[in-house]
């Protein structure tokens, strides 16, 4: 027996209906905010505010000529500096970070320490897998910065 369908019929239909889309939205949006902060890089604005400085930095980084190389060795990130004529660079202070692309809360930090011909290494965290962003640099004169992507297996 087919009853007959009455305007509450589908206005309870339709309230369902947009109810359901409407939960599925702010579930989706309290997802969204609790694994992303919206802000890839801390104090960005003040960055931005200090990027003329970072533009001088890199134009004398560039000038110096030196060229910079990373590779993973046996649990190791390994950076190797050379200057314009292929001499490696030793003594730099060396610190840096591996961003992980979509989860800044998985940053990591690290410490690299001299080694021979222009190489610097840094311990790698246990356990990282997958594509990071590799960030070194170097305080002090002349600057120096690195950054890279890195695919760790």
Do not use: C
């Amino acid at each position: 027996m087919i009853k007959r369908v009455t305007g509450w019929h589908v206005l309870a239909v339709i309230l369902v209906f947009f109810g359901v889309i409407i939960t599925v939205n702010v579930i989706f949006v309290i997802q969204a905010t609790r694994t992303f902060r919206g802000e890839d890089e801390p104090r960005s604005y003040v960055q931005g505010l200090d990027y003329n400085s970072t533009l001088a930095a890199r134009a004398e980084q560039a000038a110096l000529g030196w060229t910079a190389t990373a590779e993973v060795e046996g649990g190791r990130v390994v950076i190797r500096v050379l200057d314009a004529e292929g001499h490696p660079i030793d003594g730099l202070d060396m610190n840096g970070t591996l961003r992980h692309p979509a989860d800044t809360s998985r940053d990591q930090e690290l410490v690299f320490e001299a080694r021979a011909e222009g190489r610097y290494a840094a311990v790698l965290p246990e356990g990282l897998r997958g594509r990071w962003t590799l960030r070194a640099w170097r305080e002090g004169e002349p600057p120096f910065t690195l950054q890279t992507e890195l695919w760790l297996q």
